[in-house]
């Protein structure tokens, strides 16, 4: 436009007064039509901001999960913060906490720790999410395991030991109530009469988080899985600071044992294992030193602010009652274990490999294998009949019974108690 008018201008100087005033009459019409044009020009660059508002709103929207899921967790809060658990409000004595502005205080110092421990439920929700979508009868077991392994090491982001798997999956059928996972080569197909307890774990920088769950594809076994399930939720409801250890006990065993269930036309009365049961957890340490009962008559011993819990409760139409049995799968070095001298220098190079990736957490010889270690059996049981390491064997009810398992872990915080690990599915 600007060459145009130029050119206009120059012409009316040669040609006198005459063409001046057409000129002037042209002049005004250019004007108007640089009026329009810019009118537009302004219209155009507002929408085209508008149209790269709109993309960059389109951008900020967090990435959707993929089925099968591999967005780790991270991307998909951009915030950085991930989702609380179920809070249940402090009762009776502490109902104090719920507005103690010094309480408050203590939390929002707390809150890098509670935001990781969020973070590894997340993750844990997601997996079995999936998991619990793509399970059918037929499966074999160590494909089970390995889908489930390799979904938890994509959306938690595997690093080393700052985030990662917090113990091998425990997917125990049966009488089995605990503490089987295949080993390498291990041929075990799932069934459709199978009671199958799904016990995994998630941590970020060492907080973990240990919930599990009980699949039956028979309808006959749901009253029993209902027992455990609400046993567990009754066993959390009465958990809270200050609470003894022994009454959370009480409360799940008389739930646990207000059922019974018919299984091939026969009637079992549920019973709760009597030796088996929930934990405090710390970091890097799974069974941090308190057990939470699952049957009156424990400990007199309290529960205090800050700490972690797994509230497990098992069913049972057996004896109540679990022994170890069967190949040992699951290993996990002592936490307190100063240093020993090893004489075997394979045990030595073992012990290297197992501080190395799993320190004071919980691993199994398929997590070994998958290292690249071979022949390793003599070193592990060296490194076991030591001290160094602790095996854990499969915990065992009477052959042909069944157990079912339901956890979740709680966090009891200065002015509430969360059910990190709690999700839509229970």
């Given at each position: 436009?600007?060459?145009?008018?130029?050119?206009?201008?120059?012409?009316?100087?040669?040609?006198?007064?005459?063409?001046?005033?057409?000129?002037?009459?042209?002049?005004?019409?250019?004007?108007?039509?640089?009026?329009?044009?810019?009118?537009?020009?302004?219209?155009?660059?507002?929408?085209?901001k508008k149209k790269k508002?709109?993309?960059?709103?389109?951008?900020?929207?967090?990435?959707?999960?993929?089925?099968?899921?591999?967005?780790?967790?991270?991307?998909?809060?951009?915030?950085?913060?991930?989702?609380?658990?179920?809070?249940?409000?402090?009762?009776?004595?502490?109902?104090?906490?719920?507005?103690?502005?010094?309480?408050?205080?203590?939390?929002?110092?707390?809150?890098?720790?509670?935001?990781?421990?969020?973070?590894?439920?997340?993750?844990?929700?997601?997996?079995?999410?999936?998991?619990?979508?793509?399970?059918?009868?037929?499966?074999?077991?160590?494909?089970?395991?390995?889908?489930?392994?390799?979904?938890?090491?994509?959306?938690?982001?595997?690093?080393?030991?700052?985030?990662?798997?917090?113990?091998?999956?425990?997917?125990?059928?049966?009488?089995?109530?605990?503490?089987?996972?295949?080993?390498?080569?291990?041929?075990?197909?799932?069934?459709?009469?199978?009671?199958?307890?799904?016990?995994?774990?998630?941590?970020?920088?060492?907080?973990?988080?240990?919930?599990?769950?009980?699949?039956?594809?028979?309808?006959?076994?749901?009253?029993?899985?209902?027992?455990?399930?609400?046993?567990?939720?009754?066993?959390?409801?009465?958990?809270?600071?200050?609470?003894?250890?022994?009454?959370?006990?009480?409360?799940?065993?008389?739930?646990?044992?207000?059922?019974?269930?018919e299984i091939n036309g026969?009637?079992?009365?549920?019973?709760?294992?009597?030796?088996?049961?929930?934990?405090?957890?710390?970091?890097?340490?799974?069974?941090?030193?308190?057990?939470?009962?699952?049957?009156?008559?424990?400990?007199?011993?309290?529960?205090?602010?800050?700490?972690?819990?797994?509230?497990?409760?098992?069913?049972?139409?057996?004896?109540?009652?679990?022994?170890?049995?069967?190949?040992?799968?699951?290993?996990?070095?002592?936490?307190?274990?100063?240093?020993?001298?090893?004489?075997?220098?394979?045990?030595?190079?073992?012990?290297?490999?197992?501080?190395?990736?799993?320190?004071?957490?919980?691993?199994?010889?398929?997590?070994?294998?998958?290292?690249?270690?071979?022949?390793?059996?003599?070193?592990?049981?060296?490194?076991?009949?030591?001290?160094?390491?602790?095996?854990?064997?499969?915990?065992?009810?009477?052959?042909?019974?069944?157990?079912?398992?339901?956890?979740?872990?709680?966090?009891?915080?200065p002015t509430c108690k969360?059910?990190?690990?709690?999700?839509?599915?229970?």
């Amino acid at each position: 436009m600007a060459d145009e008018n130029v050119s206009k201008e120059i012409s009316i100087e040669e040609n006198g007064t005459l063409e001046s005033v057409n000129g002037n009459e042209e002049h005004s019409d250019v004007s108007s039509m640089q009026k329009d044009d810019e009118e537009e020009g302004k219209a155009e660059v507002s929408s085209k901001k508008k149209k790269k508002k709109n993309k960059s709103k389109k951008k900020k929207e967090p990435p959707q999960q993929t089925d099968p899921p591999s967005i780790p967790v991270v991307d998909l809060f951009p915030s950085g913060e991930f989702p609380e658990g179920e809070i249940q409000q402090c009762k009776d004595d502490n109902l104090w906490r719920t507005t103690s502005e010094e309480k408050r205080e203590l939390e929002r110092l707390e809150k890098p720790k509670y935001n990781s421990v969020r973070q590894a439920a997340e993750v844990h929700r997601q997996v079995r999410k999936y998991i619990k979508s793509i399970l059918k009868p037929g499966m074999l077991m160590t494909d089970l395991c390995e889908t489930l392994e390799n979904t938890v090491r994509k959306l938690i982001s595997e690093n080393g030991l700052q985030a990662g798997i917090a113990f091998p999956t425990g997917c125990s059928l049966n009488w089995v109530a605990a503490h089987w996972t295949p080993n390498s080569g291990d041929k075990t197909v799932l069934q459709y009469d199978d009671v199958m307890k799904l016990d995994f774990g998630t941590h970020i920088d060492g907080y973990i988080v240990d919930c599990a769950f009980t699949v039956a594809f028979n309808p006959m076994f749901d009253p029993l899985l209902e027992a455990s399930r609400e046993a567990t939720n009754t066993g959390i409801k009465e958990a809270g600071i200050d609470v003894r250890l022994c009454d959370v006990g009480a409360a799940i065993q008389e739930v646990m044992e207000s059922y019974e269930v018919e299984i091939n036309g026969k009637v079992f009365q549920v019973k709760s294992i009597r030796n088996l049961n929930g934990h405090s957890i710390g970091r890097y340490q799974i069974h941090a030193g308190k057990s939470v009962p699952i049957v009156k008559g424990g400990e007199q011993t309290k529960m205090e602010e800050g700490e972690f819990f797994a509230i497990e409760t098992f069913a049972s139409t057996g004896k109540g009652y679990v022994r170890e049995d069967l190949e040992c799968s699951h290993y996990m070095k002592n936490f307190d274990v100063g240093h020993i001298p090893l004489r075997l220098p394979r045990a030595k190079q073992l012990l290297a490999t197992i501080n190395k990736n799993f320190s004071t957490l919980a691993f199994c010889r398929r997590y070994l294998d998958r290292l690249g270690e071979t022949k390793y059996l003599m070193a592990l049981k060296n490194l076991c009949d030591t001290g160094i390491v602790q095996p854990y064997p499969p915990l065992c009810d009477i052959k042909g019974s069944y157990v079912s398992q339901f956890e979740h872990t709680i966090l009891l915080r200065p002015t509430c108690k969360e059910v990190i690990s709690r999700g839509d599915d229970y």
